[in-house]
């Protein structure tokens, strides 16, 4: 006897339908992400304030700490619940932090070379006055200076296996050479 298969109209529709709604949920559009401007760096609002504030450039977990307790700042609400009055005081505190008390051990720049002051640089101030740096320990000619200026690692570390990328020419073998003498 053979066997018999009764199709049932409604389940293979219902089928391919579910297939589609799987489809359309991968697809789905995410949420558009809230962006808060915070010292010239776009910031996500969905993280916390001390967290967020870690992602601007020259401000680490300590600043970031110390930024949100001087401002009165809960570190833990959300980027984007603050006003624009929190967000300007955020700024302010973050160009001029020893107006505001906080110690001069968490700037990022003590005893500038130049002004002599306990500075905190953020951002694009950061990256200028670290080539500036650079650049003066190559006009020096310091150790660090000719190492930068070389391409090679500064801080001591061994170079016999590390560090190699980019700067060998590889290896000639014998007859390949031997073959260039002859010639």
């Not at 450039?57 to 980027?79: E, R």
Request: hydrophobic share 35%; proline share 3%.
């Amino acid at each position: 006897m053979g066997v018999t298969r009764v199709k049932v109209e409604g389940e293979e529709e219902k089928k391919k339908e579910e297939k589609i709604k799987e489809k359309i949920k991968i697809i789905k559009p995410k949420k558009p992400k809230s962006v808060v401007r915070v010292a010239g760096t776009d910031l996500e609002g969905e993280k916390q304030v001390w967290i967020g504030l870690k992602k601007i450039k020259g401000i680490g977990f300590s600043m970031s700490k110390a930024i949100c307790k001087v401002a009165g700042i809960n570190p833990k609400i959300k980027l984007k619940d603050l006003d624009e009055k929190q967000i300007e005081k955020i700024e302010e505190i973050i160009k001029e932090p020893e107006k505001f008390g906080i110690p001069s051990f968490l700037f990022n720049r003590r005893k500038d070379l130049e002004t002599g002051k306990d500075l905190h640089l953020t951002s694009s101030e950061l990256e200028i006055a670290k080539k500036l740096d650079v650049q003066r320990m190559i006009d020096l000619k310091t150790y660090k200076g000719i190492r930068h200026m070389l391409g090679l690692p500064v801080r001591g570390q061994r170079t016999r296996s590390s560090f190699r990328k980019g700067r060998t020419i590889g290896v000639i073998r014998r007859k390949e050479m031997a073959k260039t003498e002859k010639k």
